[in-house]
Structure formats: C-alpha cells, structure tokens
C-alpha cells in the first residue's frame, strides 16, 4: 500500500512544487512506484512533470466532483518515468463546487483509495492556502513534507500550518503527521540563510530533514522543458540533493 505523503506550505513561491516533481522523479530512480497528483490550478507539478495541463479531457477536478474515477485521469510523466494526476484552471472552481457534496473534505482520500494499491508512494502538490484542496490533501495523506526556505519570514504561518495538521490529526485523520521540514533554495553564501537552518533545527529538531536544497538554476530551468531536474541534469548540485532526500526519506519511512 502506497504511502501518502502531501507537499505543503500555505505560501507561494517556497518549493513545494519543484520538491514534488523532483521527489516523484527522485523515488521512481530509487525504483519506487510513484503517482504525483497535482492539486494546485495553478497546474505546474502538471507542466514540470512534462504533461500539457491544457490539453487534458480530465484532471483531479473531475475526479474531486465524482465525474471520473483516479485511473481514467491518470497521465504518464515520459521524462520522469511516473504517473500524475493532473491538474489544470478547472480544479479553481472545485471548491464553491463541492460546497453541497457531502464529507467534501474526504472527496480526494476516497478517490485514492482506488489506486493506492499501485503505488509505493503518492505524492501530493498542494496549492499555496489553507484551503478546501489542501484539507483535501490532509485528510488523504499519511505524512506532510513541509518545504521551507531559510530566510526571515519563513517560520511566520508555520505555526498555522502545524495547527492546521494538528486539527486535521485530531478530527479528520488520526493517520497524520508531520514527516519533516525541508530546508530548499538555500543559499550557503548568506549568513541569514545559515542562521535561519540552525533556529530550524533548533527548535524541530529531528524533524528537519538532513538533507538540504540549495538554490540551483538547473532546478529552476527544468520545468520549461517539462522535465523533473533530476532527471534534467542528474549531475547538478540541485539534482543530487533531491536524489538524497528521497533516499532520507526511505530510510525516515522505514524507521517509523
Ligand atoms: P511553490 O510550488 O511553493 O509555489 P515552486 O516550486 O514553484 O514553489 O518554486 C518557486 C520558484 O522557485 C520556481 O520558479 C522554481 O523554479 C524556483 N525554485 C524552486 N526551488 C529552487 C531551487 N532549489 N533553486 C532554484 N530555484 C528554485
Ligand atoms: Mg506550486
């Protein structure tokens, strides 16, 4: 049974996505069964894994909105060798659609059920909000991977995502916590970005990943090609140290 694990961080712009393709990429290299669902409109984990969101007949909206099932919807990353879950601008409209249905925050752990047999591990993109999608995302998942860049304002709104998943833990899925925190785009140059990964460790301490992200224009250009960066250019520092965190994150799974 796949282990379900949700990239998030209600900011944008922190990683989440780059972490989720390149994570799926990084597992299937591992020879893990990956399924990457996307469940950000926005539909970059979609692009960077080499599907073209605007050319889907249908995506994880219709699959939220029970008008599909999971394995209808299910696309395959030719560059990352994994399978996604789409997702593209109808997914904007999916919360005010799902207001009637009933256990809408259950629409997606439902939906998944189905496949998780399949799989080894499903990762989730969530979008930047503590929203109807992401309480999707949680009420689904096992685990949450929490990217965080090491700058000033990073640790605001983590308290509000600890609370989230906490709730979450106590009223919607007992199954949940939180994996670890991953220090991305980091910067060794910039003594703030040394001083905010050492507060990070501080006060978390084994929950923060050891492995850490740097920021790499390689990962930045990968997604133009719509393939992951690891996968991109496997020699480049940002590539070998999502190959790493997926190799942590193995051994961290094995141990719990
Ligand atoms: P989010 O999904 O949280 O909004 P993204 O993963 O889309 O964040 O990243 C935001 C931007 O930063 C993107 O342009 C992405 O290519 C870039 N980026 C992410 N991680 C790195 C990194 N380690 N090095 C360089 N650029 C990065
Ligand atoms: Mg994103």
Known sequence: MAKIF??????????????AVNLAAGLTVLKKRVLLVDLDPQGNAT??????????????????????????????????????????????????EMIDLEQRELRLRHALAEVQGDYDFVLIDCPPALSMLTLNGLCA???????????????EGLSDLVNTIKIVHAKMNPDLKVIGLLRVMFDPRMMLSQQVSIQLEKHFGEKVFKTIIPRNVRLAEAPSYGIPGVIFDPASKGAQAYTSFGEELVDRIAAL
């Not at 949700?6 to 972490?19: F, L, R, S």
């Not at 998942?141 to 640790?155: D, T």
């Open 6 to 19: 949700c990239i998030a961080n209600q900011k944008g712009g922190v990683g989440k996505t780059t972490t």
């Open 141 to 155: 998942a096992h685990g949450v991977i929490i990217p965080m860049q090491c700058e000033y304002y990073a640790l």
């Open 47 to 96: 692009m960077g894994a080499g599907v073209d969101k605007a050319k889907l007949e249908s995506s994880v909206y219709q699959v939220l909105l029970g008008m599909t099932d999971v394995k209808s919807a299910l696309q395959t990353s030719e560059s990352g060798n994994f399978e996604v879950l789409p997702a593209n601008r109808d997914l904007a409209g999916a919360e005010v």
